[in-house]
Structures are given as structure tokens and as C-alpha cells.
């Protein structure tokens, strides 16, 4: 048991650092160090960031070992520096991060195959601790990703496009109303926001089968949607005035149509790909100008989790088996989300498709603690974001590692940000 643990982690570390190596030796050095965005680190500060949290946790708290470099811990410490600031810092250069992360995984490994998985000590129970850091490690990942996306120049990234859609998805699906339970005591990784589990009363609603697509979108913008007041929150309105919104970022519009910015390759808006980069601000008004609404947090994980059969909440919409490529469009296999309809393998009972991968889901609910919290094992990873000026997105994205997203996963980001790859789909009472 205890050495099949090891292996798995050994695996999932290493499959992980192998995502970082491909984000970040895509580029060349002076694409490293660069911002490619003021909303984003330069790539060699997420590399080395993720080597440092690797040493805190793995090599230094886990295994007790002395420092490597302990001297580096403010400058990789999220919290001291804004993103913005963080190009002038004197960081590791691109080599020394490299050779960094290098020996601290060297130290990682080392305490991974001395390390007791004991039940009594909560950070290394199930290997959570080394769970964690490989969820860091992705989420870091996924943010490198929107770097890329947010960059200049040629193309260096390339995938496979996803795979088509097997048969159109329209239309809503009701959920019926009542009892299930949110959140999990038992997903050995989970993250502490994740918990407890606790039984809400979601009354009856009905919530979209896909995710809302571009042209969906298009139709709003064509009706002039962003134009009218009407749609918009007072927030909602200022923000789009302030910011100048009329597109999704990345969108470009041509005299022939509109055309988006991807990866450094410039291409049509495809009609049936779930809409991305939006700000939570421009999913309001969409829904508002559609009769609908954004579903709440309980209503998105009930859509996902619930099983009607039995009652029971299942860890993926599908059941409880990891993603697989027949599920969902996830890890960063594909370079965009598929289009509606590309994953009937990972519908939920209910046919609600495409919960999990392809873009972040903009809910209604800020970012607050289920009944029960314990911060663990540090109050940064989410306590101190409780009651901030943020929105819960659900789901995962194509850029989200299996690693790093599950029926129970919560993500979270001011209403106003849009350079991650987040969409939404809408809710409405049940009439
Ligand atoms: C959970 C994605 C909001 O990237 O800010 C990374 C994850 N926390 N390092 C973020 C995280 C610390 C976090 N999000
Ligand atoms: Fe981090």
C-alpha cells in the first residue's frame, strides 16, 4: 500500500515537473525574465516559486532537512511582492532557477522514499503534503499558461485540437430540489477550502447542459449587450466603462468576422466552443440579457456531484473514476476548449455536459468558508482570501491538470479578471 503511495506521488511529481520543463523551455531566456502582462510574474519567478514551496513544505517541513536556500524565501513569497513589482527583484536567473528546482526536487524525492505515511501526523497522511505541492505546481502551470497566451510574438506552444463535437447539447436540465452533500472529508487531496463535507437544501433549478458558447455570446454582442445599461450590475457598468470591455479579451474583430488571438496564432471564433476569457462582470450581463443567471456555488457542485440513483455526491459528474481523455478536456492536451457536445462521456446522470475541463465556470457566490473550516495546512492557501472581493469559478479549464481539479474543486478570482480561461453557463429558478 505504502509503496504503491510513493510510486504514484513519484509519478504524479514527475509528470508534473515535466508540464513546468514544456512552459518554461519553450521559451527563450529573455522571455523568461520578461512580463509578458502586468497581471502576471515573469515565468522565471513561477519557476522558481514552485521549487521554493516544493523545499518549505517538502524538504524543510516534511523532512525536517536543513534549507537550501533560505535566503530566497521573500523574493518567491507571493505575498510580499505584487505581481507587478516582481521583474525588478533580484530573482534567480534562468539557470540558477532551473538548478534550483532541480536540487530541492533531488531533496523532495529523497525524503518522499525515507517519509512514514503516518495517520497521526495530518501533513503527510495519504501524502497530502507532497498532493499539495503537486497541485501548486500545476495551478502555477495553468497560470504560466495564461502567460503564454497573454505573450507576443511567433507560436511556440502546439497540441492537437480537441476532438469534435459527438452530437449538438441545447438546452437546460432540471435538477430537482433537495438534500446533498457539498464538499468531502475523504478526497485524500483535497485542499482545505474543500471541507468539510456538509448537506445543503439546493431548492429545484435548472441549469444549462453546456457551457454558453461563442455564438451564443456573438448574439449578445450583436444585440448590443454591452451597450445597454440594462444588463449590467452598477458595478458591472462601471467596470465596463472604466475598461472599455466590447469583446472577450483575446478577441479581435475583422471586417469578415470576429477572430481571436491564441497561442500567438490568430483564428475565426468558432461558434460552438464554450466562450472564454470573460470577467465575471460580462457573465452577469450575459445572463441578465438572456433571462438567466449565473447558478450559485451549491447549485454548480449539486449539478455535478449529485447522483439521483442513489443520493449519494460522486467526486466527478461521471462517477468516481479519475479523467480520462474520453471524460474531459483537461492537462493542457489541447490548446482550446472543445466544442459542445466533444465529451458525452462525461455527462452527469442528468445530462449536464462539460462541468470539468474546457473553461473555468463563473459562479454567483464569493469565495467563503463552508461551515466547519479549518485552515490547513497554512491560512495563505485560502483563509485570508474569505470575504475578499472574490468569485468562485468551478470546474477546471483545459489548461487544469486531473491533478488539480475535481467535482469539489474550488477556484477563485476578482470579478474583473479575465486573462485566466474562464466561461460560464447559466441557471434560472425552477418557474
Ligand atoms: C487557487 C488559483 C487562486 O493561483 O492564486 C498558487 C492557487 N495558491 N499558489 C492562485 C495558488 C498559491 C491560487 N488559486
Ligand atoms: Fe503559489
Redesign the pocket.
Known amino acids: 500500500m505504502t509503496q504503491d503511495l510513493r510510486l504514484t506521488i513519484a509519478a504524479e511529481l514527475e509528470r508534473t515537473r515535466a508540464r513546468t520543463a514544456l512552459l518554461t523551455d519553450a521559451v527563450d531566456d529573455t522571455d523568461l525574465i520578461r512580463q509578458h502582462s502586468p497581471l502576471m510574474s515573469p515565468l522565471v519567478w513561477d519557476l522558481a516559486h514552485v521549487g521554493n514551496q516544493e523545499e518549505l513544505w517538502l524538504v524543510r517541513d516534511v523532512g525536517g532537512r536543513d534549507p537550501v536556500r533560505q535566503d530566497i524565501d521573500e523574493l518567491y513569497d ?1 505575498f510580499k511582492h505584487a505581481r507587478r513589482d516582481r521583474p525588478a527583484l533580484p530573482l534567480l536567473d534562468p539557470g540558477q532557477a532551473r538548478a534550483y528546482v532541480a536540487q530541492v526536487r533531488q531533496k523532495a524525492l529523497d525524503v518522499l522514499d525515507r517519509v512514514r505515511f503516518e495517520p497521526d501526523r495530518r501533513l503527510v497522511d495519504n501524502g497530502f503534503a507532497f498532493g499539495m505541492i503537486v497541485q ?1 505546481e500545476q ?2 502551470d495553468e ?1 504560466m499558461l495564461s502567460t503564454h497566451q497573454l505573450r507576443a510574438g511567433s507560436p511556440v506552444l502546439t497540441a492537437p485540437a480537441p476532438p469534435p463535437s459527438a452530437a449538438p447539447v441545447t438546452g437546460e436540465v432540471l435538477i430537482p430540489g433537495g438534500r446533498f452533500v457539498m464538499g468531502t472529508d475523504t478526497d485524500p487531496w483535497a485542499l482545505d477550502n474543500e471541507r468539510p463535507a456538509h448537506t445543503v437544501d439546493v431548492p429545484a433549478f435548472r441549469i444549462d447542459a453546456a457551457p454558453v458558447t461563442n455564438a451564443q455570446y456573438l448574439a449578445f454582442i450583436d444585440a448590443g449587450g454591452y451597450d445597454d445599461p440594462r444588463w449590467w450590475s452598477p458595478r458591472g457598468w462601471e467596470h465596463r466603462n472604466n475598461a472599455g470591455l466590447q469583446a472577450p479579451l483575446h478577441w479581435i474583430r475583422d471586417p469578415g468576422g470576429w477572430l481571436y488571438r491564441r497561442f500567438g496564432r490568430v483564428e475565426p471564433v468558432r461558434g460552438d466552443e464554450p466562450v472564454v476569457h470573460v470577467c465575471w462582470f460580462e457573465a452577469e450581463a450575459y445572463a441578465a440579457w438572456a433571462g438567466k443567471r449565473l447558478p450559485t456555488e451549491a447549485e454548480w457542485e449539486k449539478a455535478a456531484r449529485w447522483d439521483p440513483a442513489t443520493g449519494r455526491s460522486r467526486r466527478f459528474p461521471w462517477g468516481d473514476d479519475p479523467p480520462g481523455p474520453e471524460h474531459a478536456n483537461l492537462g493542457q492536451r489541447h490548446l482550446a476548449p472543445a466544442p459542445v457536445g466533444a465529451y458525452p462521456g462525461g455527462a452527469s446522470p442528468l445530462g449536464v455536459h462539460q462541468l470539468i475541463g474546457d473553461v473555468w465556470e463563473w459562479v454567483s457566490s464569493g469565495f467563503e468558508a463552508y461551515p466547519g473550516f479549518a485552515a490547513f495546512p497554512y491560512r495563505e ?1 485560502s483563509e485570508v482570501f474569505f470575504g475578499g472581493d472574490y468569485r468562485v469559478l468551478r470546474g477546471g479549464s483545459f489548461g487544469t491538470d486531473r491533478a488539480a481539479c475535481r467535482g469539489t474543486f474550488r ?3 476578482h470579478p474583473i479578471r479575465r486573462q485566466i480561461f474562464s466561461g460560464f453557463r447559466c441557471a434560472k429558478d425552477v418557474a
Request: proline share 0%; aromatic share 22%.
Open positions: 507571493a501548486h495551478q502555477h497560470t492557501y477556484n477563485w478570482d
